[in-house]
Structures are given as C-alpha cells and as structure tokens.
C-alpha cells in the first residue's frame, strides 16, 4: 500500500469512527423500572402509569436522551422477579429502578427472603452491565400486619441500598399510600392522580443520576 492510499485509508477510518463516536453519544440511553402491578399502571392506561410520566419528565427536561422501559408484571413478587430478570436484561439497560416486594410482605412471605432476592438481582444486574445504575423503590405495609413484621420489612430497602451503595427511592407511596382519593377501589393501587405524586416522588431520586 502506497502512503497516499495509506493516509486515505487512515482518513476514512477516522471519519468512521467519530461518526459512530457521535451517533454512540446522541442514542438514547435505557432505564428499566422493574416491579410489579404498580409500575404497570394496574388499572390505568400505561400512559399514565409512572413510567410513563418519567419518560415525559425526561423529555421535557432536555439533555442526554433517555429511553423508558416499563418491565412491571402485575402479581409479581421478588422471586417471580429474579426468574425473569435473565429475559430482560437481553436489552441493553444503562439504569435499572426495581420496585418489588410489596407483593411479598401482602403475602407474609419473610423478609429475609424477599432481602435475599433482592439482593441476588443486584449482583446478577451488576455481573451482566457493572456500570449500570441501579435504584431500589423502597416500600412500606399497612400497620395492621403487625409492628414487628412492618418494620423488619421496611428495613429491607435502605439496608440494602446502603450495602451496595445503590440510589434509594425512601418510599415509592410517599403522600399516596393510604389516602382514599388518590387510590382505586381497592385501596392499594393508585388513581392517575395519584402516579403523578409518585412520578414526582420517583423524579427527585432519578434526576442527579440522569447524565
């Protein structure tokens, strides 16, 4: 190869490159929320289900593009979340909010196990993208469960987010949880009202993360 095609070769993959360089940083990058019937928007339209009105947040915000994946499954509980994990984590994900467990504590099922799940989708998130941020939804029960179970299960969330040094969501109902207006007729799913409070619960964790 003569040293004129050698610097037209080296020109062109150069050119190459920093095209690829700046389509890589204009993509959109990915945030899974992972939980159950109340990231799915049970009841609702998925439009107005919070994850749809982060995307909206994110959107109106500006800056470094960012793609909403809405991955709740209505019913679902840590170890029902840990079987699928696998599946979703095919797709790319840059950030990775879990919101699981209520379902366990609705069902008495121990904290220590509902901790060990939650902790084993941390490590196989982290082992599958290690630089990708995970956030934890914290949760609470109604205090009819009895004292010593509702706070072995509230302990759950920032204990772990402080062992892995994950962001922490202190309580993913916060202002909504229990007030009538802001819920279905069944009392524990939110009204489209009510997702707005949590989208702005949820927003003031996720926003400092969003580079």
């Known amino acids: 190869m003569s040293q004129p095609q050698a610097n037209r070769f080296i020109a062109i993959f150069l050119a190459i490159f920093v095209t690829l360089a700046v389509h890589a940083a204009d993509a959109p990058k990915t945030i899974v929320f992972f939980g159950d019937s109340l990231t799915a928007g049970y009841g609702l339209d998925p439009d107005d289900a919070f994850p749809a009105l982060i995307q909206k947040k ?14 709740g499954l209505s019913g679902e509980t840590t170890a029902g979340g840990l079987r699928r994990l696998d599946w979703i984590l095919r797709q790319p994900v840059d950030m990775f909010v879990i ?39 914290g949760m609470q029960l ?19 987010a402080k062992r892995n040094n994950l962001a922490l969501i202190p309580f993913l109902l916060e202002g909504v949880g229990g007030v009538p207006n802001l819920n279905q007729a069944d009392g524990i799913h939110p009204t489209a009202e009510g997702h707005k409070l949590v989208a702005a619960t949820v927003w003031v964790t996720l926003q400092p993360l969003l580079k």
Not at 111 to 123: C, F, K, W
């Open 58 to 71: 994110i959107d109106a915000a500006g800056g470094q593009p960012w793609r909403v994946v809405n991955a």
């Open 99 to 137: 919101e699981l467990g209520a379902n366990d504590g609705l069902r008495g099922i121990s904290p220590e196990a509902s901790r060990s799940n939650l902790q084993a989708m941390i490590d196989r998130i982290r082992t599958k993208y290690p630089r990708v941020a995970v956030v934890l939804a």
């Open 142 to 160: 109604p205090t009819n469960f009895g004292e010593a179970h509702t706070k072995a299960f509230a302990e759950i969330y920032p204990q772990l």
